[in-house]
Structure formats: C-alpha cells, structure tokens
Nanobody
Framework: QVQLVESGGGLVQAGGSLRVSCAAS????????MGWYRQAPGKQRELVAS???????KYADSVKGRFSISGDNAKNTMYLQMNSLKPEDTAVYYC??????????WGQGTQVTVSS
C-alpha cells in the first residue's frame, strides 16, 4: 500500500511560479513511476508530467518548457516546479503513483489558482 499527500498549492499571479510536492509513504519501494495530473472545472483529468524509476520524464505539450518534474528518493517526495504560470493552468493537481504490481495510487489533490 502507498499513501500520497500533495502540498504547496495556492494562489499565484500569471507569470509567477509555484512548486507542488507529493510525499509518498508505505510501500514506496514498489513504485515504478509517478506523475502529476490536473483537472480543471468541466474538463477531464489530464496527465501533466511523469517520471519513471529510471528518471525518464515526459510532459504534456501545454506545459513543456514551463514545468519540471523531479523526485527525491531519499525523502520519498516528488515535485512539480511550475514557472510562467498561466490562468489556464488553474486546476486541482493530483499526485499519482504506479507500483510494480500495476496498482494505481492517488493523492487528495491540491488546488492551484492562477489569476490574470
């Protein structure tokens, strides 16, 4: 079992920066990949960025060049650094983890609001 807790969301002006964090606990050694998803009101949840246990990263086209995903294995924490934020980035950001047993785990989400 893996537990995920997001933090760091908040209100920021357009053009600003924010870093959200995801702390993992439990059977963290079983995690093969982690990612950040977001869901805006009235829209489907979308994958923003992902990182594998080998360090390979991927980004949605909408955030390439602005967002950066990273992980600190010693702290069992994943980060999403968000720069040059736009109002369209406003959403609830969710942490996701996939285990070697092909199980999916989700955090509770953290609200990110970007004002114009």
């Amino acid at each position: 079992q893996v537990q995920l807790v997001e933090s760091g969301g908040g209100l920021v002006q357009a053009g600003g920066s924010l870093r959200v964090s995801c702390a993992a606990s439990g059977s963290t050694a079983s995690i093969n990949a982690m990612g950040w998803y977001r869901q805006a009101p009235g829209k489907q949840r979308e994958l923003v960025a992902s990182i594998t246990s080998g360090g390979s990263t991927k980004y949605a086209d909408s955030v390439k060049g602005r967002f950066s995903i990273s992980g600190d294995n010693a702290k069992n924490t994943m980060y999403l650094q968000m720069n040059s934020l736009k109002p369209e980035d406003t959403a609830v950001y969710y942490c996701n983890a996939k285990s070697r047993y092909y199980e999916n785990y989700w955090g509770q989400g953290t609200q990110v609001t970007v004002s114009s």
